[in-house]
């Protein structure tokens, strides 16, 4: 994919070289291709007075038939637009070059890019991305400048929910590991997860009503015993939520679920995805059927139909479930703990008239009996129903894809943060330096050294803030190449996954690099601070 978006700007340039040399070979002159439209300043200047992307090409066009704009010459362009004020025509000339980068990639839709432009531009970069955030925050354009970098993950695609990607959903055995991804049009569907190789059904939807109920905890002594012995794993429930969730395709559903805390999973109206094990009617629906045994593929210790997790789509909250009470307070005990007291205190009453050794007895009964119990459903009764390794293949790379588009959506979710605060700090920095030069008519000498040191912050910040915005375009990159492969819904050629991990490495190696330079500016800002006390 990377190798698409430099096709163009490679072939502008050996198209130019092509015609540069015949045109040498037949007139001797040089290649009017090779020139800058903007050589010219008076008509940059004339440029920079337009309002908007489609004004400004009309003029390129009347001035230079015939012309092709660069991706050097949208730069200045941005760039002097911004250093005169001009911010709708610098927003207007970046959209125009983002709407080229979809269009330059659909074999005969350069004609579609014209109708509205009397000249063709560029496909954006991240050169024209950076001079334009860097302009906005010198404008002190902090709301433009914070859009701007939001928009790389979805540069030169259009927007439209209804057909995007999805959201990723986790495993509930293991969080770490991601199950399917759900899109806007699905709303039920069976999914094998290829780690834990169980079987979850999957459905999702908008909640239609919600009732929630608060539960009494109890903290008794018995609970602690059991719960450090190992008995009771999960924790005790705090609140009892009954949800009633419809699909997309009108489909409704019923859910009542605990959660260990108070907090309601989703609020009405809001898109929310529940991960069960598969229901009683699901062996029917499911595509997949196993060929052996009697046994279904659901995960362990839950019954059919029960909700595991529930993932909030509009904050991302994924709320792990528990079995609710069948009463509107706290479950006491497990169910098998007060018939093994009765058995229990039973046996050491009937020993005082029939043997003084039956309790013990009894007592290593219901230990081997429990034990044999506990082996068989924790250790034989899990293995027997898990799904053949064998049958997993296409599911294993989905979902390891998966595994990193979710793991690049969180890098992208924490460098977003850190360039959005270093707009701001770069957007005060300037108003700093305004105020300076405001003041420092008759105060030259006093305020020089602090001008200069203020420019020094800058630009450290302006180098810091260009390499997040090429992590960024990097990232966005692999995750639509992810997201290609994903929803081909075929099996994954090994070349698209030998390019996708090739990718990978050079985000880390991006990565290392900006590690290193961020060492590096510590490591100056220290020092100034010591020279600054000395």
Not at 6 to 16: E, G, I
Not at 366 to 388: D, E, H, I, M, W
């Amino acid at each position: 994919m990377s190798q698409r978006l430099s096709v163009r700007p490679q072939a502008t340039a050996q198209s130019a070289s092509s015609s540069g040399s015949s045109s040498t070979s037949s007139s001797g002159a040089a290649a009017p291709a090779s020139t800058s439209v903007f050589a010219n300043a008076a008509l940059l200047r004339k440029v920079v007075g337009t309002g908007n992307a489609s004004e400004a090409a009309d003029l390129i066009a009347t001035s230079h038939a015939g012309a092709r704009l660069t991706d050097q010459d949208c730069v200045q362009l941005i760039t002097s637009a911004l250093e005169k004020g001009n911010i709708a025509l610098a927003l207007s000339v970046h959209e125009s070059m983002c709407r080229a980068k979809r269009a330059g990639n659909i074999t005969g839709s350069s004609s579609l890019a014209s109708i509205e432009e009397s000249i063709d531009w560029p496909a954006a970069t991240v050169q024209a991305t950076s001079a334009l955030v860097l302009g906005l925050c010198r404008q002190l354009a902090i709301d433009d400048a914070l859009r701007t970098i939001s928009d790389i993950r979805v540069q030169g695609l259009p927007r439209n929910e209804a057909v995007g990607f999805g959201k990723v959903i986790a495993s509930p055995l293991a969080p770490n590991q991601t199950l399917t991804v759900v899109q806007p049009q699905e709303g039920c569907k069976f999914v094998a997860d290829a780690f834990s190789r169980y079987e979850y059904e999957v459905f999702s939807g908008r909640v239609v009503t919600i009732k929630s109920e608060a539960l009494q905890i109890s903290a008794g002594i018995l609970f602690a015993l059991l719960r450090g012995i190992g008995i009771l794993k999960k924790p005790p429930p705090a609140a009892v939520h009954e949800f009633v969730v419809q699909a997309p395709d009108g489909t409704s559903r019923t859910f009542r679920v605990a959660t260990p805390t108070a907090d309601v999973p989703a609020q009405k109206d809001e898109r929310i995805t529940m991960v069960c094990a598969p229901g009683p009617g699901s062996a029917k629906s499911s595509k997949r059927k196993r060929q052996q045994g009697l046994l279904d593929s659901s995960p362990p210790d839950t019954k059919p139909g029960e909700a595991l997790t529930a993932t909030n789509h509009k904050t991302g909250v994924v709320t792990q479930l528990l079995r609710p009470p069948l009463s509107g307070t706290q479950t006491a005990l497990p169910g098998w703990v007060l018939p093994a007291i009765v058995v229990l205190a039973g046996g050491d009453a009937a020993s005082t008239l029939i043997d003084p050794a039956l309790p013990a007895l009894i007592a290593g009964s219901v230990v081997t009996v429990v034990g044999s119990g506990v082996a068989g459903n924790q250790l034989l009764l899990p293995r027997l129903k898990q799904l053949p390794e064998k049958a997993l293949g296409v599911e294993y790379v989905r979902q390891r894809l998966l595994g990193q588009y979710a793991q690049l959506a969180s890098k992208v979710a924490s460098v977003t943060g850190e360039s959005n605060e270093d707009v701001r700090v770069l957007a005060r920095l300037w108003q700093l330096q305004n105020k300076m030069q405001s003041v420092a008519a008759g105060a030259t000498a006093s305020y020089g050294a602090r001008m200069e040191r203020v420019a020094a912050a800058r630009t450290n910040i302006e180098e810091r803030l260009v390499k997040k915005l090429e992590l960024l375009d990097g990232y966005s990159r692999v995750m639509n190449m992810i997201e290609i492969e994903v929803e081909m819904d075929i099996e994954v050629p090994a070349a698209e996954l030998a390019g996708i991990e090739q990718q990978m490495e050079r985000l880390t190696e991006l990565e290392s690099l900006q590690d290193d330079w961020r060492v590096q500016a510590e490591a100056r800002d220290e020092v100034e601070r010591l020279l600054r006390t000395v």
